[in-house]
């Protein structure tokens, strides 16, 4: 073989070899290529498995501080429930729906936790009493003054308010004073009627027989000593612990001796339109000593003690 046949094969052989290296690259780019597109379309393929997996779906659903409220009602209103994906909730849309729905919560708040829990906390406001409307039906009226229109679930035992709509100054004075009793007290009273012809007083009607009288806008701070107060009290169903002026006791025979000295003042006075409760009060302190003073010593023992 001459020299330039040599060098013929030779650059044959070397274009040869030239070919097979860029065929052998193409191949290798095209299998890389491949290999990443197929991890894309895997992963693509794997998150829209997980998106629509039970793994994002709500799986622990927890509800405090209920007490009115059911959570099937809650949750009902907000629709959670386990098919919803977690992000799918939004918690200040969940907490308005359930403050517009219900004016017995107080405060809420909601919290997603992970990828399957919610919570949902819930501050019911306090029951204070039952209205009776004159319907004879009762609706319930909370720290807030408003009333309560849902079902009753646990039944509270409040007092019953009678005539209270029809001065809401009073009404919400005497709300005020209900909502600062002590519960151990608030449990123990039955009824309250504020009377048509002076609403600044009130009658409460006590479980135990004692009917108490008292300021309409300011009895809190006195009754909340009544569990004291009543050690003392022999006779609660014939007596009427007066707490407008002072503390003392009432019987029938001095409120007959009230009422006669009513009528004395009255007939001596030119302009009976003077005469108040402190008048006859004062003027009738000789029937009243001894009841008031054993009842006034009573409370203010108690109260230095407290």
């Known amino acids: 073989m001459n020299k330039k046949n040599r060098n013929l094969l030779e650059k044959l052989n070397k274009n040869a070899t030239t070919h097979k290296s860029a065929i052998d690259r193409f191949k290798r780019k095209r299998k890389k290529e491949i290999v990443i597109i197929s991890s894309i379309l895997a992963l693509l393929l794997l998150a829209f498995w997980f998106i629509n997996s039970s793994h994002v779906k709500l799986k622990y659903i927890n509800v405090y501080g209920l007490n009115q409220l059911t959570e099937k009602e809650i949750l009902e209103k907000t629709n959670i429930n386990n098919t919803v994906k977690i992000w799918e909730i939004k918690e200040s849309d969940v907490e308005n729906t359930?403050?517009?729905?219900?004016?017995?919560?107080?405060?809420?708040?909601?919290?997603?936790?992970?990828?399957?829990?919610?919570?949902?906390?819930?501050?019911?406001?306090?029951?204070?009493?039952?209205?009776?409307?004159?319907?004879?039906?009762?609706s319930y009226i909370l720290d807030s003054g408003d009333l309560y229109e849902n079902n009753m679930i646990n039944e509270y035992n409040v007092p019953i308010i009678e005539n209270i709509?029809?001065?809401?100054?009073?009404?919400?004075?005497?709300?005020?004073?209900?909502?600062?009793?002590?519960?151990?007290?608030?449990?123990?009273?039955?009824?309250?009627?504020?009377?048509?012809?002076?609403?600044?007083?009130?009658?409460?009607?006590?479980?135990?027989?004692?009917?108490?009288?008292?300021?309409?806008?300011?009895?809190?701070?006195?009754?909340?000593?009544?569990?004291?107060?009543?050690?003392?009290?022999?006779?609660?169903?014939?007596?009427?612990?007066?707490?407008?002026?002072?503390?003392?006791?009432?019987?029938?025979?001095?409120?007959?001796?009230?009422?006669?000295?009513?009528?004395?003042?009255?007939?001596?006075?030119?302009?009976?339109?003077?005469?108040?409760?402190?008048?006859?009060?004062?003027?009738?302190?000789n029937t009243n000593d001894n009841t008031s003073t054993n009842t006034n010593q009573n409370t203010t023992e108690t109260q230095k003690s407290q």
């Open 165 to 285: 709509a029809k001065d809401e100054n009073i009404k919400k004075e005497l709300l005020k004073n209900l909502f600062e009793l002590k519960q151990e007290i608030l449990i123990q009273i039955s009824e309250i009627v504020v009377p048509k012809e002076d609403s600044s007083t009130s009658i409460i009607y006590m479980k135990d027989g004692q009917k108490v009288k008292v300021n309409s806008v300011n009895f809190s701070s006195k009754l909340n000593y009544y569990n004291e107060m009543a050690k003392h009290i022999e006779e609660k169903s014939n007596t009427t612990l007066n707490l407008v002026n002072g503390a003392y006791l009432e019987t029938n025979q001095t409120v007959i001796e009230k009422e006669n000295k009513i009528k004395q003042i009255l007939a001596q006075s030119n302009n009976p339109k003077i005469i108040t409760e402190n008048n006859i009060i004062n003027s009738n302190t």
């Open 98 to 138: 359930i403050r517009t729905n219900y004016n017995i919560v107080e405060s809420v708040s909601v919290d997603v936790k992970w990828l399957q829990t919610i919570n949902i906390n819930i501050k019911e406001r306090k029951i204070l009493a039952r209205e009776k409307n004159e319907n004879g039906s009762y």
